[in-house]
């Protein structure tokens, strides 16, 4: 799985207070969970583009002063009227534990149902997937050549993906 490194500065006060200004200097407070004790930390908001505004699902390298820690990204909050990222949570990873996470299905091959005006729908666009870190897709293909029209594809008929390495 494609990862991202995302560098950041680790806080020492958190509340209301130093969360507005966090926020005030152009930086998204975070949160890592998952390991010994939650990680605080700020990031410049330009950092995460690549990983907020993608279809696509990426691990994240966090570089704290130094020191780096693979995580995934859990939840994210919007502002609800300027869009602006509010708070970002971070799961962080352990090589030898499964996790749950959502990759997007990627359609392949020309469907001769469609070829004769049918509709493809596409209900579910991401697929929780559950594997060691090391493990993890890109993405979930989908081949859709041998559908034809009124034919549905199940996930359980998807093949599973192979382990890396």
Not at 12 to 23: I, P, Q, W
Not at 30 to 52: D, N, R
Not at 83 to 112: A, C, Y
């Amino acid at each position: 799985m494609k990862s991202i490194t995302i560098k950041g500065s680790q806080r020492e006060s958190v509340g209301k207070v130093a969360t507005k200004a966090v926020r005030n200097a152009g930086m998204v407070p975070c949160v890592i969970y998952g390991g010994k004790e939650p990680i605080h930390f700020a990031a410049e908001e330009k950092a995460f583009k690549s990983l907020v505004y993608t279809p696509n699902a990426h691990t994240v390298v966090i570089d704290l002063d130094g020191k780096t820690t693979n995580a995934v990204l859990r939840d994210i909050q919007f502002h609800p009227v300027s869009d602006r990222i509010n708070h970002i949570d971070f799961f962080q990873l352990d090589e030898n534990k499964e996790i749950i996470m959502e990759v997007p299905v990627k359609v392949t091959g020309t469907s001769p149902g469609v070829l004769l005006g049918g509709v493809l729908n596409l209900n579910q666009r991401r697929l929780k997937v559950k594997a060691l870190p090391k493990n993890l897709p890109d993405f979930v293909e989908a081949n859709i050549s041998e559908m034809q029209m009124g034919n549905k594809l199940y996930v359980t008929k998807l093949p599973a993906a192979t382990p890396k390495g």
